[in-house]
């Protein structure tokens, strides 16, 4: 069974940065792709960013600029690099896994508060 364990969520202001981090049980490269992903109370989870191995990276377009999604497979970790924070960037971040057969696989999430 895949575990995906995020860490690196807090409290931050805004403008201010962070950095997540997804660490999975096998090889990063033995998935279609990563991604992570974001709920924010009252609202429906959300893709933030994603790595399709050997495709390229997507972000939802209130994130371009601003957040970097990157991957170390020495460590098996995929990171967020998340920077001039926002209020509405408070959520709950997901990372997932998508298998080549199709089998998503999801973190426990990690809770990023941008507050003043």
């Known amino acids: 069974q895949v575990q995906l364990v995020e860490s690196g969520g807090g409290l931050v202001q805004p403008g201010g940065s962070l950095r997540l981090s997804c660490a999975a049980s096998e090889s990063i490269f033995s998935f279609l792709a990563m991604g992570w992903y974001r709920q924010a109370p009252g609202k429906e989870r959300e893709l933030v960013a994603r790595?399709?191995?050997?495709?390229?990276?997507k972000y939802v377009d209130s994130v371009k600029g601003r957040f970097t999604i990157s991957k170390d497979g020495a460590k098996n970790t995929v990171y967020l690099q998340m920077s001039s924070l926002k209020l509405e960037d408070t959520a709950v971040y997901y990372c997932?896994?998508?298998?080549?057969?199709?089998?998503?696989?999801w973190g426990q999430g990690t809770q990023v508060t941008v507050s003043s």
């Open positions: 790595d399709v191995n050997g495709g390229g990276t």
């Open positions: 997932k896994a998508d298998s080549i057969d199709m089998r998503s696989y």
